[in-house]
Every structure is written in C-alpha cells, then in structure tokens.
Nanobody, 126 residues
Framework: QVQLVESGGGLVQAGGSLRLSCLAS????????MGWFRQAPGKDREFVAA????????YYADSVKGRFTISRDNAKNTVYLQMNTLKPEDTAVYYC???????????????????WGQGTQVTVSS
C-alpha cells in the first residue's frame, strides 16, 4: 500500500510561483515513476508532468513546458512540482500519482498510475 500526501497549494497572483510537494509512504519509493495531474472545475483530469524513478527522464504537458519543473528527492520520499509564471488557467486541484511499474516508460495516462493523493488546490488570480 502506498499513501501520497500533497501540500503547497494556495492562492497566488498571475505571474507568481508555487512549489507543490508530494510525500510518499513505502520503502520502495525510489522505484516508483511519479506523475502530477490536475483537474479544473467542470473539466477532465489532465496530465501535467512525470518523472522516472531514476530522475533521469522527465515528461511535460505542452501547456506547462518551460514554466513547471518536476523533481524528486528519493532520500525524502518526496516529489516536487515547481510552478513558475502561473496563469489563471493553471487553477485546479493538483494530484500526485505513483506508477509502481518501474520498467514502464513515463506515461501521461492516469490509467497507468496505481496510487493517488487527495489533491491540493491551486488558485491563480488574474
């Protein structure tokens, strides 16, 4: 069983920055591929970013490329999402997710992730 707890969300003005954190339970966190997804009111969940268990590879949605950075600290069982130059359209609940199949390539499909956090709200005002 894996538990994921996100933190770091909040209210920020357009152009500002936030850093989300996701703390994972489990002694084998270093073998999980991790992803961030988001869901805005009335919209489907969408992929944001993913990072391989080795941290050697990352993958971003086009809408956040160049503004968001995903990283991880396996010693702290934590994955991060640094969000810069935030826009009102980034407003959503952000979820982290774990893919325990470490041999799999990074995926933008939520169906490939077995465990999910409860989410943290990010609101960007214009």
């Amino acid at each position: 069983q894996v538990q994921l707890v996100e933190s770091g969300g909040g209210l920020v003005q357009a152009g500002g920055s936030l850093r989300l954190s996701c703390l994972a339970s489990g002694r084998t966190f270093s073998t999980y591929n991790m992803g961030w997804f988001r869901q805005a009111p009335g919209k489907d969940r969408e992929f944001v970013a993913a990072i391989r268990w080795t941290a050697a590879n990352t993958y971003y949605a086009d809408s956040v490329k160049g503004r968001f950075t995903i990283s991880r600290d396996n010693a702290k069982n934590t994955v991060y999402l640094q969000m810069n130059t935030l826009k009102p359209e980034d407003t959503a609940v952000y979820y982290c997710a774990a893919d325990l199949h470490w041999t799999r390539t990074l995926s933008n499909s939520g169906n490939e992730y077995e465990y999910w956090g409860q989410g943290t709200q990010v609101t960007v005002s214009s």
